[in-house]
């Protein structure tokens, strides 16, 4: 049996990164048969470093059944899962976010959740001795994943270990690594493509706050005029979204890469009150800023208040 490895719905550079990384330790190393797979299509970032690394972008996939062995990296949230994930045989969980619960597996299993920056040291860290037989392309997926989730090691949620590694990764790939973050960026804050819907769940994730159910969106761009002229037709679409997707209310946070900030857009009196119990602003029109935010992870689900 191939066991199938993937992250969360809405891929970004580290979920579509990481199975790829882990696909191939399990292949390769550990002699298991295992093959990374998405739950959805890659953001533009993750697109380029597929291009980027030679890589076929891998199978996407809508559900699982009883019959498959999986692996989840960069989520242990149902809620960003398959619908049937209870019903397979999960056997490994690889993640960097806080325990949320509710995933129920046929048996022990091995569960590694660490406070890093990235999934992608995490396996580096499992690996072992093991991480110095990745190819080039791995060790390119496993640089990109770092520096997307850490953006280039702005993000608060950035650790020594994450930093060390990437500049290790840089250093054996002869990369110039802010060059190679800025391409990325590039790539990530090209938007023209998408539908107002689309950008709102592009890179986006479901949470509870006493009750309320909000899709919590974030845009990390360095070209933030480029949304924000959008404004208009980005909250109108954000109504629409909240209901197709069973949600009571938007968060779209848009953070800017450079200047370090991000902007909510606010576009009804709930989140108003929202955004100035979670993060001590007075909200006087439809968007707010709120310098220094740049991780929903550490600084916007666990300060959210309604």
Request: hydrophobic residues 35%.
């Given at each position: 049996m191939t066991i199938k490895v993937f992250g969360h719905k809405s891929p970004d550079t580290d979920s579509t990164g990481s199975p790829l990384i882990w696909a191939w330790y399990l292949s390769e190393i550990?002699?298991?048969?295992?093959?990374?797979?998405?739950?959805?299509e890659p953001n533009t970032e993750a697109a380029f470093v597929l291009g980027k690394w030679g890589f076929d972008q891998p199978e996407i996939i809508s559900d699982v059944t009883a019959d498959d062995q999986v692996v989840i990296?960069?989520?242990?949230?149902?809620?960003?899962l398959p619908a049937s994930i209870n019903d397979a045989d999960v056997i490994q969980i690889i993640d960097h976010h806080k325990l949320v619960g509710g995933l129920e597996t046929k048996g022990p299993i091995d569960i590694t959740i660490k406070?890093?920056?990235?999934?992608?040291?995490?396996?580096?860290n499992l690996m072992g001795d093991n991480a110095d037989k990745m190819p080039d392309n791995i060790k390119g997926a496993m640089l990109s994943c770092i520096l997307s989730d850490t953006l280039e090691f702005r993000s608060p949620t950035t650790t020594d270990q994450d930093r060390a590694l990437a500049e290790k990764l840089a250093g054996e790939l002869n990369l110039d690594l802010s060059a190679y973050a800025s391409e990325m960026f590039e790539a990530k804050s090209d938007i023209s493509a998408f539908s107002d819907a689309e950008l709102i769940r592009m890179d986006s994730k479901e949470f509870a706050v006493d009750g309320v159910k909000f899709r919590v969106s974030v845009l990390e761009t360095t070209a933030p005029k480029i949304v924000l002229d959008r404004k208009d037709s980005l909250l109108n679409s954000m109504v629409d979204v909240a209901k197709e997707d069973g949600v009571d209310h938007v968060l779209l946070f848009v953070v800017d890469i450079l200047n370090e900030e991000a902007t909510l857009f606010v576009q009804n009196d709930v989140v108003k009150s929202v955004?100035?119990?979670?993060?001590?602003?007075?909200?006087?029109?439809?968007?707010?800023?709120?310098?220094?935010?740049?991780?929903?992870?550490?600084?916007i689900i666990p300060n959210l208040k309604v």
């Open positions: 550990r002699g298991t048969p295992a093959e990374a797979k998405l739950l959805g990296v960069d989520t242990n949230n149902p809620a960003e406070p890093l920056a990235c999934t992608a040291t995490i396996m580096h955004a100035e119990k979670s993060f001590d602003v007075t909200v006087t029109g439809d968007t707010v800023v709120l310098p220094g935010i740049m991780s929903r992870k550490k600084q």
